[in-house]
């Protein structure tokens, strides 16, 4: 098993919960479903439900209906697991925009923790 966090902005927000809580009960659900999925396989969980974007960033990719999500996260050490930054895409490519605040995420994240 592994341990899933959301990572908090210095002020102590959290994106992903933000994100999770803007969404219809419905999406929200199946958002969650492949969370637990995460959780349970790590880095043995392949397509269709994440995908390498760069670096040290991964997405995990949600289809509900219609609606296509993605959610960042990294693997900072162990068996941990950060969820960075969700957001419903709303194009065939990955906005760059996403990426960059997942990576500012990151960034924080690693600065913060002291690695």
């Known amino acids: ?18 994100f999770l809580d803007a969404l219809p009960s419905k999406h929200r659900a199946k958002v969650v479903w492949e969370i ?3 959780e349970e396989a790590g880095l043995s969980l392949g397509m269709p439900y994440v995908r390498h974007i760069k670096d040290k960033l991964w997405e995990l990719r949600i ?9 960042f996260y990294f693997v900072p050490s162990g068996n941990t697991i950060v969820l960075l930054h969700g957001f419903v895409k709303k194009s065939q490519k990955t906005p760059k925009n ?3 605040i997942a990576e500012t995420y990151l960034s924080d994240f690693e600065r913060r923790e002291g690695k």
């Open 1 to 18: 098993m592994w341990n899933v966090i959301l990572y908090e902005k210095e002020d102590g927000t959290k994106p992903v919960k933000e």
């Open 36 to 38: 637990e999925l995460l």
């Open 63 to 71: 289809k509900f209906a219609s609606d296509i999500s993605r959610v």
């Open 98 to 100: 996403e990426i960059s």
